[in-house]
C-alpha cells in the first residue's frame, strides 16, 4: 500500500504569516488528493481536493499544490481561527490512506 | 443538503462486538460511497474502509481486514459498521463519511473507485472497558 507522510508534525507561527505543510506520498498518486482540516473537539472538514481545487465555502487563503508524490498545502496569512490539525489523504486507489497530520497553532 | 446521524455511544467489554449505524438524509445516498473512519484519543485519522450502495461491495483497509464489516440498506439508506473482537486499543470516535464513487469496466470486470470525503457525521464514541 501507499504510505502518506507529512511534514512538520506540527508549527506555530504568527497571525498573518504565510504557512506550508508538506504531504508526501511514496508512490505517485496524480493529483488524487485532498486537504483536510479538523480543529480541536470538531469534526474534519474538506478543504481541497485534486490537489489544488478549493471547496465551496472555503477561504481563498488557502492553496493547495503539487502532482505525483509531493504536494503542499499554503495558508497565505494565517488566522486564529484557522489553529487546527491538517491531514492530506490519498484517493486514487483504496486504502484512502490519510496522512499523520500537521498541527498548526498560533505563536 | 445530505447529512449523517449516527448512532448513539457504545461501551463494549474486550472481546465483543459493536455495530454503529449511518442514516443519510437530505440527498441520494446509492452513487456515492460511504467511508468509516476513526480517531482514537489524540491521535491521527485512519481510514477503516467504505462501501458504495449502488454496488454493494466493501473495500477494507488492511488493518481491519479480518475484523470489520461493513455494508449499507440502501431501503433505509443506512449504512453500517460492525468490529469484532475488540480491545481497548479499539477505543475510539467513529466516523462515517461520505464521499464520491465512480466505476469503469476494464476487459469485462467491473472496477469500483472511491474519492475524497465531503460530508462527515459526527462520529460515535466506542469505548472497550472491562
Known amino acids: 500500500d501507499i504510505q502518506m507522510t507529512q511534514s512538520p508534525s506540527s508549527l506555530s507561527a504568527s497571525v498573518g504569516d504565510r504557512v506550508t505543510i508538506t504531504c508526501r506520498a511514496s508512490?505517485?498518486?496524480?493529483?488524487?488528493l485532498a486537504w483536510y482540516q479538523q480543529k480541536p473537539g470538531k469534526v474534519p472538514n474538506l478543504l481541497i481536493y485534486?490537489?489544488?481545487t478549493l471547496q465551496s465555502g472555503v477561504p481563498s487563503r488557502f492553496s493547495g499544490s503539487g502532482s505525483g508524490t509531493d504536494f503542499t498545502l499554503t495558508i497565505s496569512g494565517l488566522q486564529p481561527e484557522d489553529v487546527a490539525t491538517y491531514y492530506c489523504q490519498k484517493y486514487d486507489i483504496v486504502p484512502l490512506t490519510f496522512g499523520p497530520g500537521t498541527k498548526v497553532d498560533i505563536k | 443538503q445530505v447529512q449523517l446521524v449516527q448512532s448513539g455511544a457504545e461501551v463494549k467489554k474486550p472481546g465483543s462486538s459493536v455495530k454503529v449505524s449511518c442514516k443519510a438524509s437530505?440527498?441520494?445516498?446509492?452513487?456515492?460511497?460511504i467511508n468509516w473512519v476513526r480517531q482514537a484519543p489524540g491521535q491521527g485519522l485512519e481510514w477503516m474502509g467504505g462501501?458504495?450502495?449502488?454496488?454493494?461491495?466493501?473495500n477494507y483497509a488492511q488493518n481491519f481486514q479480518d475484523r470489520v464489516t461493513i455494508t449499507a440498506d440502501r431501503s433505509m439508506s443506512t449504512g453500517f459498521m460492525e468490529l469484532s473482537s475488540l480491545t481497548s486499543e479499539d477505543t475510539a470516535v467513529y466516523y462515517c463519511?461520505?464521499?464520491?464513487?465512480?466505476?469503469?469496466?476494464?476487459?469485462?470486470?467491473?472496477?469500483?473507485?472511491?474519492?475524497?470525503?465531503?460530508?462527515w457525521g459526527k462520529g460515535t464514541t466506542v469505548t472497550v472497558s472491562s
Open positions: 485534486a490537489a489544488s
Open positions: 462501501i458504495i450502495p449502488l454496488f454493494g461491495s466493501a
Open positions: 508512490q505517485g498518486i496524480n493529483n488524487y
Open positions: 463519511a461520505r464521499g464520491g464513487s465512480s466505476s469503469s469496466v476494464i476487459r469485462g470486470v467491473t472496477h469500483y473507485y472511491f474519492s475524497f470525503i465531503d460530508v
Open positions: 437530505g440527498g441520494t445516498f446509492s452513487n456515492y460511497a
